[in-house]
């Protein structure tokens, strides 16, 4: 390398060359990669990157990534400012680039995008932004297996990095291989007991294990370390530790405290991700309605359909616009929930070919959210087909425990449609998977009791002893 080139190549966090000759610009780009690993709020410090060095590729190209959902059109000019300055640019900064360029604008390939990051972390196996760009994808393309390669893949060059435990664990437990997943979880935070992803993952194994007081016990002495989260990992970890109270059968208003002052008291917040709250808020609402608590919720669901009806955050994430359809059904906003299945159905005819087919069930749930909102459970069993099970949606961008909402949906549907042989049988089966959850063996005591069956005493006793054993 000549000294002229020399001047002006800078190594950033992971030890990879960038053209810069500002120091600022690089600062920003290693600021920018623990905000995202952190799921800091001060990821915006990459747009002081491309300002820093308007000439510098690797910083146009994240901020293009960074503001890609919500500035479409600034995106558009980052992504071409960085592809003009390729000829200058470094292998390194060219792959990744490439890899950014295939998530964005007109001609984003998904397919494309995870063989380029696959191809990128072959070369440059310690860009840990570049893994998590990538399970962030596989999350939303429901590729568990996909993503736990890529992370095994790299595992050996980043072993001394709690982040790349997290990012282990996560696949690791979509799969269900829960007992390597809390070893991947513990074994970050034994590095970072601050490393909020193991949190929350280690989180996601001791609720799936139905472990609700020792989920909650952990998760409050983490909270500390939440306060300079983003919107959504805020939220969403404390969203966990309402529907483990809840599931734990605590007291409703130990729930709806965590909702009021730790989800929705999010939105107070300058910097707030609307769609994120809304989310989190939703789902957990969403249980609450399932358990019958209608009435303490009613006010709530009331501003939460309020704030629905602003299209701004329409289509930002699948898992919002379903939740959303319910949400405007059940508070008699039928018009704006119309609107919004018709608008899902119109971006669905956009979609290409090949993810209309993987987007089709979303569509098929969507309609059911709608007609369950609306109380047409007739309707919902039509839709979804006498073999539903919402571990198959994950293409709506939504984890196994945010997921399972919709088959508790689907039970309760089952039950007052009088399909109560049908509702026995999958229940059975799921309280086989989580024998702790006391809601489930609730609702095989009500089903056996339908059909005058004995087994409704034996279930009822059971959900009473899960009960008295967890909060109460």
């Not at 919500?70 to 640019?89: G, I, Y």
């Not at 609700?212 to 939220?235: G, I, L």
């Not at 930002?316 to 929930?337: Q, Y």
């Amino acid at each position: 390398m000549g000294g002229s080139e020399e001047a002006t190549t800078r190594r950033d966090r992971w030890g990879y060359p960038v053209r810069t000759a500002s120091g600022a610009c690089i600062d920003a780009i290693d600021a920018y990669c623990e905000q995202v690993l952190a799921y800091g709020r001060g990821r915006a410090v990459i747009l002081r990157a491309a300002n820093y060095d308007p000439s510098c590729a690797l910083a146009n190209a994240l901020a293009a990534h960074f503001v890609a959902t919500k500035n479409p059109e600034e995106a558009h000019r980052l992504l071409r400012a960085a592809n003009a300055s390729l000829d200058n640019a470094t292998p390194y900064e060219r792959a990744v680039v490439a890899a950014i360029s295939c998530l964005l604008g007109d001609d984003k390939d998904e397919e494309m995008a995870l063989g380029r990051h696959v191809e990128l972390l072959k070369e440059f196996p310690k860009d840990l932004l570049s893994l998590k760009r990538v399970q962030i994808l596989c999350f939303y393309l429901g590729r568990p297996a996909v993503s736990l390669s890529i992370v095994q893949q790299v595992l050996i060059h980043n072993e001394d990095h709690s982040y790349i435990y997290g990012m282990l664990s996560f696949p690791l437990l979509e799969l269900g291989r829960m007992t390597e997943a809390e070893g991947a979880a513990r074994k970050g935070l034994f590095i970072n007991s601050c490393d909020i992803w193991s949190q929350h993952n280690l989180c996601h194994v001791l609720q799936n294990e139905c472990r609700f007081r020792e989920a909650t016990s952990f998760m409050e002495a983490c909270a500390s370390s939440w306060n300079s989260c983003s919107s959504f990992m805020y939220t969403h970890n404390w969203w966990h530790v309402a529907v483990c109270y809840l599931e734990g059968d605590s007291p409703l208003n130990k729930v709806l405290e965590i909702y009021d002052q730790s989800i929705w008291k999010e939105l107070q917040r300058s910097d707030a991700e609307p769609v994120e709250v809304y989310i989190n808020a939703l789902g957990l609402l969403l249980r609450i309605h399932l358990r019958g608590h209608t009435h303490d919720i009613a006010e709530r669901l009331k501003f939460q359909a309020t704030a629905l009806k602003d299209k701004s955050v329409w289509h930002v994430e699948w898992l919002l616009d379903i939740l959303a359809l319910w949400a405007l059904t059940c508070t008699n906003e039928r018009n704006e929930a119309e609107g919004l299945l018709d608008s899902i159905k119109s971006r669905f005819s956009t979609l290409s070919s090949q993810k209309q087919q993987s987007m089709r069930a979303a569509i098929q749930l969507a309609q059911a959210m709608y007609e369950y909102g609306r109380g047409n459970l007739a309707k919902v069993f039509d839709l979804l087909g006498p073999d539903f099970d919402a571990a198959n949606f994950k293409m709506i961008g939504a984890s196994d425990e945010q997921l399972d909402v919709f088959n508790e949906v689907w039970y309760i549907s089952l039950l007052n449609i009088g399909q109560v042989p049908k509702a026995i049988e999958v229940m059975k089966k799921q309280v086989c998977k989580r024998q702790g959850a006391p809601f489930l063996w609730r609702l095989l005591e009500k089903a056996y009791s339908m059909e005058g069956m004995p087994d409704a005493l034996l279930a009822g006793e059971k959900a009473k002893t899960l009960e008295a054993a967890y909060f109460r």
